[in-house]
């Protein structure tokens, strides 16, 4: 079953602007990932935020972790063309030695030129 | 090229016909997983190796589908019987399990169609 809830499903923004993407889930956590999934292809991962840690960077991504509201969100600014995919927030759950990631169901990002 | 390679890209099969995949690590990666993705949902867990230990499965993994990793390099799918159901992206991914190294790093995928 899915743990992870992103927000919105879709989204379409013009080249240049920047977009937001909401990821809620369920269980504790070590640490939440960020991926993406051009079209039929495999994932790419794009960061990593731990469980101790409240927000990071990486290039024109911010990631930001709400572990009390159990929410993170991705921010990719000064958009591009080639930044349209499919993000995933994805998780693993503490203990018993689980160690598969549960992802959300993702959000489509169109960037529009 | 160093990465998560997967073999065949796509397949497709007859129901009720068995199918097998296969996905070489990165290596000295220690750790390999499969997941399933079927169209506009996001990858489901089904199973991960550490070396040639297969250490958790999940609910998703019928008794039509086995895993192996006997060397603790590469690592084979097989699917018995196929189903409709069963067509979907077949994802494998790895990674280390040395301090810090949290992240899986996924290969291009099996793309199956079961007619």
């Known amino acids: 079953s899915q743990q992870g809830e992103e927000d919105p499903q879709a989204l379409s923004i013009q080249e240049g602007e920047n977009a937001t993407m909401n990821c809620s889930y369920k269980?504790?956590?070590?640490?939440l990932q960020w991926y993406r999934q051009n079209s039929g292809r495999g994932l790419v991962h794009l960061i990593l935020?731990?469980?101790?840690?409240r927000e990071k960077h990486s290039g024109r991504l911010r990631v930001t972790l709400d572990t009390s509201k159990k929410s993170s969100s991705l921010l990719i600014t000064a958009s591009r063309a080639a930044d349209t995919a499919s993000y995933f927030c994805?998780?693993?759950?503490?203990?018993?030695?689980?160690?598969?990631?549960?992802f959300g169901k993702g959000t489509h990002l169109i960037i529009q030129p | 090229d160093t990465g998560v390679s997967q073999d065949p890209r796509h397949k497709i099969t007859k129901r009720g016909q068995n199918v097998t995949f296969r996905c070489d690590p990165i290596?000295?990666?220690?750790?390999l997983y499969w997941y399933r993705q079927t169209l506009g949902q996001g990858p489901e867990f089904l199973t991960y190796?550490?070396?040639?230990?297969?250490?958790?499965k999940s609910r998703l993994l019928s008794d039509r589908f086995s895993a192996e990793r006997p060397k603790g390099s590469f690592s084979t799918l097989e699917i018995q019987r196929t189903e409709q159901g069963d067509s979907a992206m077949y994802l494998c991914?790895?990674?280390?399990?040395?301090?810090?190294?949290?992240?899986?790093?996924f290969g291009p995928g099996t793309r199956l169609t079961v007619l």
């Open positions: 269980t504790s956590i070590n640490n």
């Open positions: 991914a790895s990674r280390r399990t040395t301090s810090g190294a949290d992240t899986q790093y």
């Open positions: 994805a998780t693993v759950a503490v203990g018993g030695g689980a160690d598969g990631l549960t």
């Open positions: 190796f550490q070396n040639e230990a297969q250490l958790e």
């Open positions: 290596s000295e990666h220690n750790r």
């Open positions: 935020i731990r469980s101790n840690e």
